[in-house]
Nanobody, 118 residues
Framework: QVQLVESGGGSVQAGGSLRLSCAASGSIFSISSMGWYRQAPGKQRDLVAR???????TYADSVQGRFTISRDSAKNTVNLQMNSLKPEDTAVYYC????????????WGQGTQVTVSS
């Protein structure tokens, strides 16, 4: 079992920055990848960024160059630095962890709200 706890959401004006953190606990040795997803009202949950155990990262086209995912192995946390925020970044952001052999995400945090006003 893996437990994920997000923090750092909030409200910001367009052009501002926020930093999300996700603290993992439990069977963290089984995690092969961690990612951040977001879901806006009435829309599906989409991948924002992910980082695999080797350190490689992937970003959605919509956040490339503005968001940075990183991990702190000593603290068992994964962070999402979000710069140049836009109103369309408004969503609930979820941290996810993958322990399955196919790499699919099977553990999720509770979500944290990010609101960007114009």
């Amino acid at each position: 079992q893996v437990q994920l706890v997000e923090s750092g959401g909030g409200s910001v004006q367009a052009g501002g920055s926020l930093r999300l953190s996700c603290a993992a606990s439990g069977s963290i040795f089984s995690i092969s990848s961690m990612g951040w997803y977001r879901q806006a009202p009435g829309k599906q949950r989409d991948l924002v960024a992910r980082i695999i155990s080797g350190g490689s990262t992937t970003y959605a086209d919509s956040v490339q160059g503005r968001f940075t995912i990183s991990r702190d192995s000593a603290k068992n946390t994964v962070n999402l630095q979000m710069n140049s925020l836009k109103p369309e970044d408004t969503a609930v952001y979820y941290c996810a962890a993958a322990t399955r052999s196919d790499g699919s995400y099977d553990y999720w945090g509770q979500g944290t709200q990010v609101t960007v006003s114009s």
